[in-house]
């Protein structure tokens, strides 16, 4: 072939090949703790001392290790409430806590959340998205533990110093500070829409709130857009997209990703199923009687005594029975 017919044909390809290398590389985290690391390489990298601080309390901290951190507690006004040694490290917050996702899961019911990691490969993304990572004070994180969120009276004290996050251990209920509310609602949307996941008629109408009175602010957007570059895809709650109405018929549409096969997860794997009902119901595995979400025995049921149900229907085949003092909105 003549020099020239060469250079004709190659730069006849020229334009695909520079379209081929300019295709970003996804690469979605395959478990928490590569989660962890991405989100400070790839997100946090640069906000330890700048910007929103840690999510609950807004304090500086150094980076240490592969994913963690020590916190100046100074930098925010922080008190220790009880945990001195936790208090002091960075740990990364489930905005939308593993528990919420995990009990409307079957691999939590045989096993917790150690059965889920090893079995369910649905868990493994929600508990890996990066969307749903945010770093906090390991006390705050700790207390905060799989408390809903609310808005909580005045009655309530501060226990965190200058820190504006508070919690009602009672109530089981933890109020965020305003700067990041609507941020933890827009997270919130993104989980349950994106994994089909049901939530609460109150926690919706709350969320909503948030959700309008403090609009994205521009750390927010620009956290959305570090992690699409990881993930593929932004939160459509962020950029505007998307818009919460109360009852919202989720997509699923992480549900619809292909995962790479592997040895770890059930061969078995399994499928979710819609859930129409905007509320959530707990069972009571020792009295077999349910409760809704709007219920007292929701809130008092223990975690070790409790099975989750997205509908009466799921709860009644189990054998369980509407609780007296607990009536349907």
């Known amino acids: ?163 504006r996050s508070r919690v009602d251990f009672v109530q089981r209920v933890f109020e965020p500070r305003n700067e990041v509310k609507g941020q933890v609602a827009r997270v919130y949307f993104y989980m349950h829409d994106r994994y089909n996941l049901s939530m609460s008629r109150q926690q919706q109408q709350l969320l909503m709130a948030w ?31 998307k818009k919460w109405r109360l009852n919202h018929k989720n997509t699923g549409e992480g549900l619809r990703v292909s995962q790479p096969s592997s040895s770890t997860y059930s061969h078995n794997q399994q499928r979710v199923t819609n859930r129409p009902e905007s509320y959530e119901i707990k069972g009571n595995i020792n009295s077999k009687k349910y409760h809704f979400s709007h219920c007292s025995g929701f809130k008092t049921t223990a975690d070790k005594n409790a099975k989750m149900f997205a509908t009466e229907a799921e709860a009644k085949a189990a054998g369980f029975i509407l609780a007296g003092n607990c009536k349907p909105r």
Request: proline share 5%; with cysteine.
């Open 211 to 241: 959700d309008e009175k403090y609009p994205p602010s521009q750390w927010e957007m620009q956290r959305d857009e570090r992690i699409a570059k990881v993930m593929g895809h932004h939160n459509p709650f962020v950029t505007g997209e």
């Open 1 to 163: 072939m003549k020099q020239s017919s060469v250079f004709k044909y190659v730069k006849r390809f020229i334009p695909f090949i520079i379209i081929l290398f300019s295709i970003p590389a996804f690469s979605s985290p395959n478990s928490f703790t590569e989660a962890k690391v991405l989100s400070k390489n790839q997100v946090y990298k640069d906000q330890n001392k700048q910007g929103e601080g840690t999510l609950y309390c807004g304090c500086q901290w150094e980076w240490s290790g592969k994913s963690g951190g020590q916190v100046d507690l100074a930098s925010c006004g922080y008190q220790v409430r009880k945990q001195q040694t936790r208090a002091q490290r960075i740990e990364w917050e489930h905005i939308v806590p593993a528990w919420v996702f995990g009990h409307q899961r079957q691999c939590w019911q045989k096993g917790g959340r150690k059965n889920c990691v090893s079995t369910d490969p649905v868990f493994g993304m929600m508990e890996a998205d990066l969307h749903n990572l945010a770093p906090s004070i390991g006390e705050v994180n700790g207390d905060r533990s799989n408390y809903r969120f609310g808005q909580l009276g005045n009655d309530v004290a501060y226990p965190y110093g200058m820190c």
